[in-house]
């Protein structure tokens, strides 16, 4: 059995892919204050700026009862709307070798749009668990900024 793997969920949201892909790329700080399911609880810069590629940032996260830091290091694809997150440190590096999720959003002529998520992982062991919470984590994320964006 491969100690690598790739989950992807894909739904639809309702605001435009644009709102999604820039409150990701360069106002990630707002992030804690839309989360109505309380999955991310913190963000910050530790090295470079909101919106530089490259820049690294440090996020809070509480999943099923855990909480957590994911430290990564942010790469923006603006023609097909994605943001790729490469982590570097944090509790999921007890679990995993490597794990890069990757956020896009695909906009639909009906003015709603598609969140398109991946998750690339490679696992320390053989008994380690797929990281399914970590899709449904990414998944909340996105589910309470559209609720936001909605109301705003």
């Not at 690598?4 to 804690?32: C, L, M, R, W």
């Amino acid at each position: 059995m491969s100690l690598q793997g790739k989950i992807e969920a894909e739904f639809e949201i309702t605001a435009p892919a644009d709102k999604f892909y820039n409150i990701f790329k360069s106002e990630a700080h707002h992030i804690p204050n839309t989360s109505q399911t309380g999955t991310i609880t913190g963000v910050a810069v530790h090295e470079g700026d909101w919106e530089t590629e490259g820049s690294i940032k440090i996020w809070s996260y509480s999943i099923e009862g855990e909480v957590g830091t994911f430290k990564e290091k942010v790469e923006h694809d603006d023609v097909n709307k994605a943001i790729i997150v490469n982590g570097l440190e944090g509790d999921v590096f007890q679990y995993y070798k490597t794990f890069k999720g990757i956020y896009q959003f695909i906009q639909k002529d009906d003015g709603s749009s598609i969140a398109k998520l991946t998750l690339e992982y490679e696992k320390l062991s053989e008994e380690v668990a797929v990281p399914d919470k970590y899709v449904r984590l990414m998944t909340n994320l996105v589910k309470d900024l559209d609720a936001h964006f909605v109301k705003a």
